[in-house]
């Protein structure tokens, strides 16, 4: 058993490592020399980003050092030096928490890897129950739909009638055709669901759900993993969506996202719309539409 448990830790190490030499090289190819400060040395550039050297120059460590750490070796930089990295090559704060995730530090190793099942506590059913005007979901890990109030159903899908299995929002965003025609901007959309999942694989690289889901995604859907080659990281708090709906029309969407103190793994998103605007009065109808009956699903999925 002991020697199995090793094998397996130095196999999550190798992936992590690939992950961590992937993601570093990709960063520094998307760095700009001018907006970094750097003066003009009379080189030619052969491929577009940052030299490993400027790189290093800009997070004051040797070379050799960095250029260790973007071959993936087993080394773990102070949080000084993660930071001056990060810094270095322009990372956001999603960008950041990934780098940290991927070389290891403490503080993102004393995150919790709880892979139980998960399950939505009353208190956030009764939640989304109050939200009757708006729409709301409740993802897991991997962005798994673990419940949706009615107008989210309406709004978006009825996760609760596909199969267990399949109730992941990447999984609808990319091999569901109605959620491709659903989005107005859904190459925008689409990107940011690979961009989540990717800054979620840091965190956890040998969950195999994920994996597998990643896998499944790679395999039949080109834009997946044409996005997932680029390996952006993205770690959605807010933003906008806009739809076409088959029964409402055009409107848009603001969304914030609200993690619940001590269950870091679920987010509850709430669906918002700009008071008396014509994406208001069209979430207004379909409210009236959702709350008609229980042939109201029945109809929406005939849309699908």
Do not use: C
């Not at 090559?89 to 991927?102: I, N, Q, T, V």
């Not at 848009?252 to 998103?269: A, K, N, Q, S, Y």
Request: without cysteine; neutral net charge; hydrophobic residues 40%.
């Amino acid at each position: 058993m002991a020697a199995t448990n090793r094998a397996t830790n130095r196999a999550t190490n190798r992936a992590t490592n690939r992950e961590l030499a992937d993601f570093l090289r990709r960063a520094r190819s998307q760095g700009d020399p001018t907006r970094a400060g750097l003066p003009p040395d009379g080189r030619v550039r052969r491929v577009p980003g940052l030299r490993r050297e400027e790189v290093a120059l800009l997070a004051g460590v040797s070379s050799d050092y960095y250029a260790r750490l973007e071959q993936g070796r087993r080394i773990t930089p102070s949080p000084a030096v993660v930071e001056a990295i990060g810094r270095a090559l322009g990372l956001d704060a999603a960008g950041r928490a990934h780098l940290e995730d991927l070389i290891g530090l403490p503080t993102a190793a004393a995150r919790p890897r709880a892979r139980a099942v998960q399950r939505v506590r009353p208190g956030l059913y009764q939640l989304l129950d109050s939200l009757d005007g708006e729409p709301a979901l409740i993802l897991g890990r991997r962005t798994d739909v673990l419940a949706a109030n009615p107008m989210a159903k309406a709004l978006f899908t009825d996760f609760d009638q596909l199969p267990a299995t399949q109730r992941n929002y990447a999984r609808w965003m990319f091999l569901d055709e109605h959620a491709r025609s659903l989005f107005v901007d859904w190459s925008d959309q689409a990107r940011a669901a690979v961009e989540s999942l990717r800054f979620e694989v840091g965190r956890d690289p040998d969950d195999r759900a994920t994996v597998e889901l990643v896998g499944e995604l790679r395999g039949h859907s080109r834009e997946f993993d044409q996005w997932w080659e680029q390996h952006r990281v993205h770690q959605r708090t807010h933003g906008a969506k806009r739809l076409r709906h088959p029964l409402v029309g055009d409107l848009t969407v603001e969304f914030e996202t609200l993690t619940p103190p001590g269950d870091p793994d679920t987010t509850l998103f709430v669906y918002t719309t700009e008071p008396a605007s014509p994406s208001r009065r069209a979430m207004d109808i379909l409210a009236s539409w959702a709350a008609s009956g229980p042939g109201a699903d029945a109809q929406h999925q005939g849309h699908r």
